[in-house]
């Protein structure tokens, strides 16, 4: 049980980590709670996905959730927006950082 808590708990890092990054990497708050209601709603799809592989019997109550849940998150994702953000253009360099007295921030090109 603690295996699969944590593996949940890796699963829901990774999508809020890549769904960050979709949106150019610092989400405003609003994309921040979409995002996190997407990796909420994409962890409950999982999780009945991975019930039922255990018991093809999926009730109907079950069947309508599982519908709900996904519907859910195709909303909230297209909310975030289908296509990828541009990663955040780098900051402007310093005379110093220019001649090399400071170091360049970090992922700025040389």
Do not use: F, Y
């Not at 593996?7 to 999508?15: N, S």
């Not at 890549?18 to 709603?41: F, R, T, Y």
């Not at 009730?59 to 927006?81: D, F, I, K, M, P």
């Amino acid at each position: 049980m603690i295996d699969g808590r944590r593996a949940e708990a890796k699963l829901m890092q990774r999508l809020k980590a890549d769904l960050a990054k979709h949106v150019g990497g610092n989400p405003s708050v609003v994309q921040q709670m979409l995002i996190d209601q997407a990796a909420m709603l994409t962890l409950r799809v999982h999780l009945m996905d991975k019930a039922s592989i255990a018991d093809p019997e999926l009730s109907e109550r079950n069947g309508r959730q599982r519908l709900a849940w996904s519907n859910s998150l195709t909303r909230t994702l297209r909310q975030l927006g289908l296509k990828a953000s541009p990663p955040p253009k780098p900051a402007m360099l310093t005379p110093r950082q220019i001649m090399g007295l400071e170091p360049r921030p970090e992922g700025h090109p040389r």
